[in-house]
């Protein structure tokens, strides 16, 4: 399974933002067109997505809070996060936040004036955050949602946070759910509040190593212990989150090498990173408002 930094690896070198699809070479063509000698069936597929909870779960069961590191790079690449008055009180909410690898490292650099809420699918995530030595119960709730769902708003209010984040979690979702957790986002945001993004981008290298057997649907894939990633374009982002209500203030290719030259590794990886800001109605509210008020006149 790919992380968003593999471990063992140096610091990642040569960063860059494009705004265009990774051109192919034939030989990965090749393997992409391999993948679809044996895609999963459609009845494994749904059971992928029964099981999710479970196989997250299980996954966190094995590597504990060892398998992601923690992501000190958010305040470089994410300069949103800093731009506050050191007085002034921000809410900040991690989506799918995992074992905290986002949350602490901003804990450790002195966010004294965030209060903090993080919610995963997995109860054992959960669990690992709150045993955390970092965890302040009187700074931090954090607690077990699903994203596709309105469990979220059982401890979050609509418009209080002025920050979220999806950092390497809507490619674990099946495509059918984005607009789902995009609405979420939506919520929970304050007006003129900030979605921070990143997540795995088309044609990454960990897309392409992927075997017959393991495909689920169109740049949707099945890992080794059941967990599921999709590999984004910006175009789908774009759509995605305009349609949910967002202005678009980054919406691009991440391009970098990770190196270790003691162990003579050079791994190319593609993220796709965004910037969203809550400004409007999502679409379908907007035409179920300009409905209503047809209606309305109507009948008065």
């Known amino acids: ?15 860059t933002f494009k705004h265009r699809l990774k051109e192919l070479t034939e030989e990965e063509n090749r393997r992409l067109g391999t993948q679809n000698s044996r895609i999963i069936p459609e009845a494994k597929a749904l059971k992928l997505e029964k ?16 398998f992601f590191k923690d992501r000190h790079w958010t305040t470089r690449e994410f300069q949103e996060l800093i731009n506050f008055d050191p007085e002034q009180s921000v809410v900040y909410f991690e989506m799918g936040c995992g074992v905290g690898n ?12 965030f209060r ?20 302040d119960d009187s700074k931090m709730e954090v607690f077990c949602a699903d994203l596709t769902t ?11 946070v002025d920050v979220a984040s999806l950092i390497f979690v809507l490619s674990a979702v099946s495509p059918s759910s984005w607009h789902k957790v995009a609405h979420v986002a939506w919520r929970a945001l304050k007006p003129g509040g900030i979605l921070l993004f990143r997540d795995y981008g088309r044609y990454d290298m960990a897309q392409l190593r992927f075997k017959p057997g393991h495909k689920i649907a169109d740049n ?8 599921r990633s999709y590999y984004f374009t910006e175009e789908e982002l774009l759509e995605l989150f305009t349609e949910a209500g967002f202005e678009i203030l980054m919406n691009t290719y991440v391009e970098r090498r990770t190196v270790n030259l003691k162990e003579k590794i050079d791994v190319p990886r593609i993220f796709v990173q965004g910037k969203y800001r809550k400004t409007s109605c999502p679409k379908g ?16």
């Not at 309105?150 to 209080?160: A, I, L, M, R």
């Not at 949707?220 to 967990?227: A, E, K, L, N, S």
Request: aromatic letters at 16%.
């Open 1 to 15: 399974m790919e992380s968003d930094e593999t471990e063992q690896l140096t610091a990642p070198t040569g960063v």
């Open 51 to 66: 099981d999710a909870r479970r196989h997250w779960d299980l996954f966190y069961k094995r590597n504990e809070t060892k």
């Open 102 to 113: 986002m949350m602490f490292p901003l804990v450790e650099e002195g966010f004294t004036n």
């Open 116 to 135: 903090f809420y993080a919610c995963d699918f997995s109860p054992r995530a959960v669990g690992f955050v709150k045993s955390n030595k970092l965890y």
């Open 150 to 160: 309105d469990e979220v708003f059982q401890t979050v209010k609509d418009n209080s």
């Open 220 to 227: 949707f894939y099945m890992r080794q212990d059941g967990t």
């Open 285 to 300: 509210m907007i035409q179920f408002t300009i409905i209503y008020k047809d209606i309305s006149k109507k009948k008065a």
